[in-house]
């Protein structure tokens, strides 16, 4: 046996000599968003006691000062002997939710489950009185095969389908386990997008991996958890999909916000590495999936990271940084990210169309490069042409949006500002707001209603498949250019 100590926690792991560190630190939330193929460098590690070889993968992510530092890829490399590493102090904060809502009553306790592709959130009910009495977030145990869809799609279809759908299925049943105590259950209700509605579900991921892109099965399903091997024996509700890679998650989003009671021109938007866009006007509602790609979440930027200690959350014009936490720098997350490009762009550094001379040192050890830029305006076009595209749908622009709703982590943290100086978002800015969770908002609602409900507002939503739209080529390219 080796063991690995984690520099800056209580937290010491025995494995067996030559464990691959992907099996052993995907536990301690490291993310490995290419799957673990030595391409992205999200998994950096540094070794401070121990002696870990550097290899070729190493040298083509890192600089000479950075390997003689000790930082190797972690999914490039095994525990050979005992050692101690720093990460980047990957723990984050998953959203929750306390919000009241109306409900009919109902005896009994519930779970709902915010099932998503990067973190999991799970809370229990008293179903008579709609209080919130436990709450458990982690990140998904999948994430060890890569950090998007398309990675967890690749492995899938490369054979790892079955043990995919066993992890999730696994950790959401420790969860519940954890989270009834013994209590009597009665139901439990599951949201997530598509894809992870079809893993968990233990379903035919392939069609969502090539074009189209639309699920055979979208319908809503049920399973009892002695079936998915639970020690809880109650109706287990996955939320129906909505079309293309819009899922259950977005469906619980529509319930959450009331989007389809509100009159007037209104739209929800999921920041994410599929953004999604539901547009309602007067109870019609289009929706579409944008490819934006992970730049949001901190991922394929040089020194990205996700949202944690030692983050650079927000960047002034002046290059005055905000770090989670208080201490050094680490890394840049998506809403420092935003927020640095923005800064570029009222100081100079970076032009509207995007040219950036030279790296930007933010911090020490941390700086917005050129590609980070490019990837960042990939992102912010997709997602602000499907929004253009849908409500051109009914003859208005965002401009006209009465309200939009931001949902997920990294909508409630952008800075509006930023977000509108980089042409992310065109809605006026009090029009804006930010709806945190709405996935287990929506979920939590679900389980006071009969699936028969949710299905019936997802048959009612339209979905349009913008790479079969011909107006969106042009928006996207217009929309890549930041705002002069």
Known sequence: MTTITLQGSDRRLEVAAGTHLRDALSGEGVEFPCGGQGRCGGCRV????????????????FSAAELRDGWRLACRHAAEADATLELAQWEMAVLGDAEAFAFVPREGFGIAVDLGTTTLAAQLLDLRSGQVLATRTA???????????????????????????????????????????????????????????????????????????????PEALRFTGAVLGWPVDVPVDVLPCIGGLVGGDVL????????KDRRGLNALVD?????????????????????????????RIHHGMRAATGAIDA???????????????????????????????????IAPSGRMADDWMLADGVALTPHDVRELQLA????????????????????????????????????????????????????IVAAGNTALKGAKRALFADSIHFEAVADCIGFIALAEDGEFVDMFASEMAFPG
């Open 46 to 61: 540094r070794v401070v006691t121990g002696t870990m070889a550097e290899n070729s993968e190493d040298r083509a992510t």
């Open 139 to 217: 990140l998904n145990d999948q994430a060890r095969h890569g950090a998007d869809v398309l990675s967890r799609a690749s492995y899938a279809l490369a054979g790892g389908a079955t043990e995919l759908t066993g992890l999730i299925r696994s950790q959401i049943g420790a969860m519940i386990t954890e989270l009834a105590a013994g209590r009597a259950l009665s139901r439990i209700v599951v949201a997530g997008n598509t894809a992870m509605h079809h893993l968990f579900g233990g379903l035919d991921i392939t069609p969502l991996a090539t074009h189209p892109f639309l699920p055979e099965h």
């Open 252 to 259: 619980a989003g529509v319930r959450a916000t009331g989007l």
């Open 380 to 431: 912010k076009g997709a997602i602000a042409a499907g929004l253009k595209l849908l409500t051109a749908k009914f003859d208005a622009t965002p401009a006209d949006l009465d309200a939009l709703y931001l949902a997920g982590a990294f909508g409630n943290a952008i800075s509006r500002t930023a977000a509108a100086r980089i042409g992310l978002i065109k809605a006026p800015a009090e029009h």
């Open 315 to 349: 960047v002034a014009a002046d290059g005055t940084c905000h770090v989670i936490g208080g201490g050094p720098a680490r890394g840049l997350c998506g809403s420092g990210l935003v927020d640095a490009v923005a800064a570029g762009l009222d100081n100079g550094r």
């Open 271 to 299: 920041l994410g590495t599929n953004g999604e866009v539901v547009v309602a006007k007067n109870g019609r509602m289009l929706c579409t999936s944008t490819a934006a790609g992970p730049a949001f979440e901190g991922a």
